[in-house]
């Protein structure tokens, strides 16, 4: 169906983690290891899920070392065997990322994985998707790993279920479904899972709003009436589409061959909502996350400054915070989150709108619930945004008192200065401290 020349060695690796975890009880990086007992799984389980550390002061890596205090090597080679089957999937994780916190993991239990040279390596250089924001907050990826292993290791008659599409999919609906809260329920991970188990029934795409989008456009084409499983939609999608479209050396693919025909266009921005202030209408820039894509430079220009910036704040003994929609973003291979006064959440007392406006400014300095300054980086985007979005947060807090600056490049002063004088912003106090200045290095 969907299955991809190739990304053989990415299916073959996940059937080893059915065969060797899930339905056995040995490790994936570990093969002669005996670790993915029922014992140990529920013990896992019970640490990562069943006592979740909530709070967003802590990253997901010092978590799992408080959660994991005191464990065995062996769970420790569960979690290890847990971070590479999560980072199988992501084309846009890199390698090196993937293998540092593989054994990031393995040496909290003073494992050693095995040599880079082995076969099941390559399987992580490949990926078959672009994760995004919400896939890369792993603990719901995990979660589902751990409760779908932890419920064929309890049934063991079960084992039958990963063999089978339909049941194996029933089985990760009916465990997301008990899952409390929404937002913890990984169905990207859910995506996954169908997708690297059966390549031949399920599509390669993690995300559910893509899927409804291709069942929104191509619904005229399902004969009688349309499934009420949107996998089976788009079975039946397929199937038609197939005749039209598939290549000689392939089936066609939905993001590869289709895309333009159903995704929407990534120039064209969601309509930001207006919200009425005592100083008038203002327009809230609001970011979509996982569909407008930068150009290499822009992304390239913009992160490092970024990234000097968290780190300079950082190193100050500042708290930081970056824009939402920049979190997952990493240079040199320095993560953001790696940094260890990175907030997780900001602590934010005003109004929804402007909590919303300030989440998405691109760096911001803390020092416990006061912000200390507050960054707009503008390298080769419009200056107008950057303005905008600190104008924003001045006409609806014209009280806020917040130091407030422009990032841009030495040679983009003249634009800055032009922007600044609109009439729009005119009669809004901005502080003198939005106007650029002057670096060593040439970046305002």
């Known amino acids: 169906m969907a299955r991809l020349p190739d990304k053989e060695n990415l299916y073959r690796a996940f059937q080893e983690f059915l065969n060797l975890c899930v339905t056995s009880d040995h490790s994936i990086l570990w093969p002669n290891r005996n670790i993915w007992t ?36 062996d ?18 994780i890199t390698y090196d990322r993937k293998r540092k916190d593989i054994s990031w993991a393995a040496n909290q239990g003073g494992l050693v994985p095995e040599p880079s040279n082995d076969v099941m390596w390559e399987a992580l250089k490949l990926g078959f998707t672009r994760t995004t924001q919400k896939y890369h907050f792993k603990y719901a990826q995990f979660w589902l790993l751990l409760l779908f292993v932890n419920h064929i290791k309890e049934h063991p008659e079960s084992s039958s279920l990963i063999a089978n599409p339909r049941e194996l999919q029933n089985l990760l609906d009916t465990i997301l479904e008990q899952i409390p809260n929404k937002i913890d329920r990984a169905y990207d991970m859910r995506h996954a899972i169908l997708y ?45 589409l197939s005749k039209q479209y598939d290549k000689s050396e392939r089936a066609f693919d939905f993001y590869i061959d289709l895309s333009k025909q159903w995704k929407p266009p990534k120039s064209k921005p969601a309509r930001p909502p207006v919200i009425e202030t005592e100083n008038g209408v203002v327009t809230v820039p609001e970011e979509i996350f996982s569909e407008v894509q930068q150009t290499e430079p822009e992304v390239t220009e913009h992160t490092k400054v970024q990234w000097l910036l968290l780190k300079l704040g950082n190193d100050m003994g500042l708290d930081v915070w970056v824009a939402t929609n920049d979190r997952n973003r990493e240079i040199g291979g320095h993560k953001f989150t790696d940094l260890p006064r990175m907030k997780k959440e900001i602590p934010l007392t005003f109004d929804e709108a402007s909590n919303r406006t300030i989440r998405l400014i691109d760096v911001v300095w803390l020092k416990g619930n006061a912000i200390k300054a507050a960054f707009e980086i503008e390298s080769t985007t419009s200056i107008y945004s950057g303005i905008l979005r600190l104008a924003d947060l001045i006409a609806m807090q014209p009280n806020i008192n917040i130091p407030l600056y422009l990032v841009a490049p030495e040679g983009r002063r003249e634009k800055v200065i032009q922007e600044v004088n609109r009439p729009v912003f005119s009669k809004l106090p901005l502080p003198s401290q939005i106007l650029a200045r002057n670096r060593n290095d040439g970046t305002s």
């Open 75 to 92: 769970l420790w080679a569960i979690i290890s065997d847990l971070y590479y089957v999560y980072f199988l999937p992501s084309a846009h």
């Open 196 to 240: 690297m188990a059966f390549p031949d029934s399920y599509e390669r795409i993690i995300s559910t709003r893509d899927k409804e989008r291709i069942l929104e456009k191509y619904r005229n084409v399902i004969a009688g009436s349309i499934p009420l499983d949107i996998d089976d939609a788009i079975r039946n999608i397929r199937n038609t």
């Open 38 to 73: 029922r014992a140990n799984v529920a013990e896992v389980k019970k640490r990562m899920v069943e006592t979740p550390i909530l709070g967003a002061n802590l990253s997901f890596e010092k978590k799992l070392q408080e959660q994991m205090k005191d464990s065995s090597p």
